[in-house]
């Protein structure tokens, strides 16, 4: 076994390898470990010289298991020190995304409280499901406080972002990725990654009537992935957001209404029903006759195509780009009562809400419906506007 360079320099004593062998004992939790019984060492020998093999072997006897240790304590004390490890180095690398409004003491302190109350309801003779989904419930703060962090950095402040749930400002950072991120960053594990993180979370912060034993999993599962969701973001999105190269520009995102556009511009939109996958799964969940699959599906395809219909009297016949299931992309020059016209066929055609994005090339539209999307009312409309700024 190599040992650290200050073991060697230590003094002659065995003191020091006793000590780091009973920790790598504990933290490897290796089973067979013994001691020499000294009581009976002295009743069976006086002589202070070198001892027998046979007389020492008599003498040997069992370590207490080491892992009952940590009935000493509440919690897991192996677990706790390395994680306490792991959030220092998180808390440092959050505290530098943007100084001015990082909380760093919350956001540790709150990681480690959460930490403590699922290593708590471990070691409880039965399982505490109310501490496992407090604990969970806990630890989304942390995450909620990073997100904040990021778009405090990288987004202008404004009360009406400041006012949307987590699901809406991760949909906003997502949308500023898929605008500024290089070629080779991993959009489609972006996105699933923030979409499983946002389940995990909802379904314990959305609490249901019944604590079940799924909580001890919930919680073990939500603090593993916390860690993991902070070190994507620290690590991997904030260097792609990060605007420290020289060569980089720095977007600022106006939303505009199509009053504000240039009259001679031509410009793309984007329209999307909200909720339909909610929808369908619902019905897969729920519904046992073919007819009211048929009947959202037939739905949805009069809506466009009414839409369509409307679009091509308003404008031009070539205006459609693309119409399939409840999506619709189309150009032209389209007054805001124009487009809340559209939404007012979708409805009536449906029952369901549909949002409207638009810009002045793809990239732009579809970065205004990912906004759009993200409003909690649902049925949007929301333009963009991009001014670039070189650092």
Known sequence: MAFPEQIKKSPNS???????????????SIQNVYMIDTRKLFNLSTNNGFLSPELLKSTYIPAPDNTKLDKIAYMGLTEI????????????????IHPDSSDTEFFK???????????????????DNAIYRIASSSISASLEDLIRVFLNKFIEPHTSIERKTLGPKIGIIESKIEKEASSDFD????????????FLRNST??????LTDVEKFKADLSIKMAVLFVEFYTKIVYPELSTDSQNKLSTTIKKVSTSGINTDEILYFGLDGDDTGTKLESLF?????ESAFRHLSTSIDKAIKEISKYIKEQYSKDSIIFATGDDLLFKGQFTEDQLKKMQHIYHQKTGFTCSIGY????????LALKFAKTEPEKN????IDYSYIKE
Do not use: P, W
């Not at 969940?285 to 006759?289: G, M, Y």
């Open 81 to 96: 020190v390395r994680y306490e490890k792991i959030i220092d180095n998180l808390s440092e690398k959050y505290s530098k």
């Open 359 to 366: 810009g002045k090339s793809f990239k732009d539209m579809y």
């Open 187 to 198: 959009l489609e594990f972006f996105r699933v990654f923030n979409d499983f993180i946002l």
């Open 380 to 383: 949007s409309i929301f333009g």
């Open 205 to 210: 912060t959305h609490k249901g009537n019944q």
């Open 109 to 127: 302190n709150n990681f480690i409280h959460s930490i403590n109350l699922k290593l708590k309801g471990d070691q409880r003779d039965e399982s």
């Open 14 to 28: 065995t003191t020091h390898y006793k000590v780091l062998l009973a920790t790598t004992a504990y933290i490897l």
């Open 285 to 289: 969940l729920s519904s046992e006759e």
